[in-house]
């Protein structure tokens, strides 16, 4: 099963992989410095976690994986601009990304920015080009879940919180407002939209689906902290110990690394449970669920 | 006629302005900061030409108001989200935006550059949330084209392109490639939006309006350029003379401004030809281009 699941998801890092080589504007086309930012910050790197995500939820519905390797790439591209505008000085200042320079230590600031700004076009062009849904409306919901999840409502307006945050204390509530915000939106919106590739859910599905995405998406943050506490560099391909040295509130901060690792288990079975209107179907989901928590690195 | 045409637009203004009041979120909702700064952005400032030209495309097709009134909001929020990355001190770095402070010195840097990012994902939230055109399909349609104009091959990509131009000497028609997308391609799309939101055009049409939206486009930043060569930072509401201190290639330093006076009124009468195939349903769009091009401000 382990050796299955590995296969599986190799197989799909590689399609999402080729997929992006390919809807990425090239890198000798005019502006050739900004497309060649484009295509560093986004190739080579990255475990793909939410993509991984939108392929096991699209088993859920049927879907074709056609489609969902485009709405994986969009929310993959929305993931790949946050980090670049996240690592700018004027935010995280983090030279380190997926093991190499940020995209702002490789070119310049100005080209990271709108490399950032630019990538978060492309998703939504994508989501408007290809032929993803069963219906155009529902396409047209899956433009607006992807809309919701990025802005300030979702990962960026958890991004603001979480730069406010730098040196304060913050209850485990406000902890988790942020996260479910910065790092949760768009894995559920990884889920929701790899699901609506497919033919519909009935309401119980959808709301088992929405409550797993959730889950996920809080759990993912929890191991992340867990893991930035105890890394090296080496392992974590960016700069470790960062939030402890920014005074940055974390799941460890607050909890300790034993009580965040619970968390993340508690949080597993949770995700494991809202599982369960989708019985078998779900085998790929689990798969990814376990991956996401019980990762290493 | 021009009292008509005043009137018409000081409406569409207020129409914009307390849409785009509602549509953005409120500053009381968290984060609250960050909506206070995409607020600040947006609202109260600006000539609203974007807009302006959507209404007047509108009429073209025999759209409904209200639905050119989101279209034109989620151009806006674009040319908004531009602005302020624009100004950011790694870009244009400039302190002074519509008479006020630019967002990133009334907040801080990370705070504008977030409020950017939102504003974009905001807007393609309206274009999936609303019902704008005749068929979901269409719609979808008015998603990838606002998305092509934004990105890498329109507006980032010109933004790109001027970066890189400060300093060098640039050619007519590199300049013009660089203005094409830098302000040309949105002002394409708040015509091609504001267009389809009505009723399909014919291919004549479509080819026409597509000509005009070129020509204005590019009117429009030859009617800037002297302007910001002429002008005062008070009738500005902007730093003026600032291409000239960056060193920046213009369609004045390049043609004088005699010869960029000129050049304007000749894209003004190729704009006008080719609302021709319109007749009397482009009055307004006549209009339009006459308060671009004819503006003191």
Chains 1, 2 share one sequence.
């Not at 990884?190 to 809080?218: M, P």
């Not at 968390?263 to 989901?285: H, I």
């Amino acid at each position: 099963m382990i050796t299955d699941f590995q296969d599986w998801a190799r197989s799909r890092q590689v399609r999402i992989e080729t997929s992006l080589q390919t809807l990425l504007p090239p890198a000798n086309v005019a502006p050739e410095r900004l497309h060649d930012a484009m295509r560093y910050t986004v190739l080579g790197g990255g475990k793909r976690v939410r993509p991984l995500l939108a392929f096991a939820a699209g088993e859920l519905s049927n879907a074709d994986e056609e489609r969902v390797t485009i709405a994986a790439a969009a929310v993959e591209l929305i993931h790949a601009y946050s980090l670049v505008h996240d690592d700018l000085p004027c935010m995280d200042d983090d030279v380190l990304r997926r093991g190499k320079p940020a995209c702002h230590v490789a070119y310049d600031e100005a080209t990271a920015l709108l490399a950032g700004d630019s990538l978060q076009s492309l998703a939504f062009q994508l989501l408007g080009e290809y032929r993803l849904a069963d219906t155009p409306q529902m396409q047209l919901e899956m433009v607006k879940r992807l809309a919701q999840a990025a802005g300030s409502r979702g990962m960026a307006g958890g991004q603001a919180v979480d730069l406010a945050s730098v040196g304060e204390s913050l209850t485990l509530p406000e902890l988790e407002f942020m996260h479910i915000h910065k790092t949760g939106a768009l894995i559920r919106a990884a889920v929701i939209l790899g699901a609506r590739c497919g033919g519909s859910l009935n309401e119980s599905q959808s709301t088992g689906l929405d409550h797993f995405a959730k889950c996920i998406g809080l759990a993912f943050q929890v191991v992340d902290d867990v893991l930035d506490a105890e890394a090296t560099p080496a392992t974590l391909g960016k700069t470790a110990g960062k939030d402890a040295e920014n005074n940055k509130p974390t799941y460890v901060s607050i909890l300790g690394a034993g009580r965040a690792r619970e968390l993340a288990e508690e949080l597993r079975c949770d995700a494991y449970q809202s599982l369960e209107v989708f019985g078998t179907m779900a085998g790929r989901l689990r798969q990814v669920t376990d991956f996401i928590i019980r990762r290493e690195f």
